[in-house]
């Protein structure tokens, strides 16, 4: 076998590779999109006190043991946006959205849509807007995570413009 043989087959693999990850892509994306619609129908509005947020991983974030047990190992080590809110008389570790996270106001008093541990979205209740500063240095984590956000608002757009054409 000479050179251009082996630089074929080694194109032909990686295309067969990136056609196999595209179609699996696609079916995680559908499933992740009926999951997230989901978790929306059954979040329920209640009012918290913000005492703490952080980007923390799952195992030193203090979450309820059944979560933990659910959560795949290669994920316990992922750093999530957790926040730490007093509901009621309780004190509560929460899972929140990426999109929102930064807008979340600490020490604040806000409304929010809970599904589960899982925060959704917010309104301001009492207490200043948080306004995100653009001169804030960003690191590659949330770089990636804007822009995952950003794709996904504009899937959504398309979806919404693609039904209503129907």
Same mark, same amino acid.
Do not use: H, W
């Given at each position: 076998?000479?050179?251009?043989?082996?630089?074929?087959?080694?194109?032909?693999? !990686?295309?067969?590779? &990136? @056609? @196999?990850?595209?179609?699996?892509? *696609?079916?995680? #994306?559908?499933? #992740?999109?009926?999951?997230? /619609?989901?978790?929306?129908?059954? !979040? #329920?509005?209640? =009012?918290?006190?913000?005492?703490?947020? *952080?980007? &923390? %991983? &799952?195992?030193?974030?203090?979450?309820?043991? @059944?979560?933990?047990?659910? =959560?795949?190992?290669?994920?316990?080590?992922?750093?999530?946006?957790? @926040?730490? !809110?007093?509901?009621?008389?309780?004190?509560?570790?929460?899972?929140?959205?990426?999109?929102?996270? !930064?807008?979340?106001?600490?020490?604040? /008093?806000?409304?929010?849509?809970?599904?589960?541990?899982?925060? =959704?979205?917010?309104?301001?209740?009492?207490?200043?807007?948080?306004?995100?500063? *653009?001169?804030? *240095? #960003?690191?590659?984590?949330?770089?990636?995570?804007?822009?995952?956000?950003?794709?996904?608002?504009?899937? /959504?757009?398309?979806?919404?413009?693609? %039904?209503?054409?129907?």
């Amino acid at each position: 076998m000479n050179g251009a043989q082996i630089a074929l087959i080694v194109l032909a693999v !990686a295309a067969i590779v &990136m @056609v @196999v990850l595209y179609f699996v892509g *696609k079916k995680l #994306q559908k499933k #992740q999109a009926d999951q997230r /619609e989901q978790m929306l129908a059954a !979040a #329920q509005p209640a =009012t918290i006190m913000i005492i703490d947020k *952080k980007m &923390m %991983k &799952m195992r030193d974030a203090n979450l309820p043991k @059944v979560v933990m047990e659910q =959560t795949p190992k290669r994920m316990q080590g992922a750093k999530l946006p957790i @926040v730490k !809110a007093k509901i009621g008389p309780q004190i509560m570790n929460l899972i929140c959205d990426d999109s929102i996270f !930064a807008d979340l106001p600490v020490k604040g /008093e806000v409304k929010v849509m809970i599904s589960g541990i899982y925060i =959704t979205s917010f309104k301001n209740i009492r207490g200043k807007k948080v306004v995100n500063d *653009k001169n804030v *240095k #960003q690191g590659l984590a949330s770089k990636l995570r804007a822009k995952q956000r950003d794709l996904e608002k504009q899937i /959504e757009k398309e979806d919404k413009g693609s %039904k209503k054409k129907k």
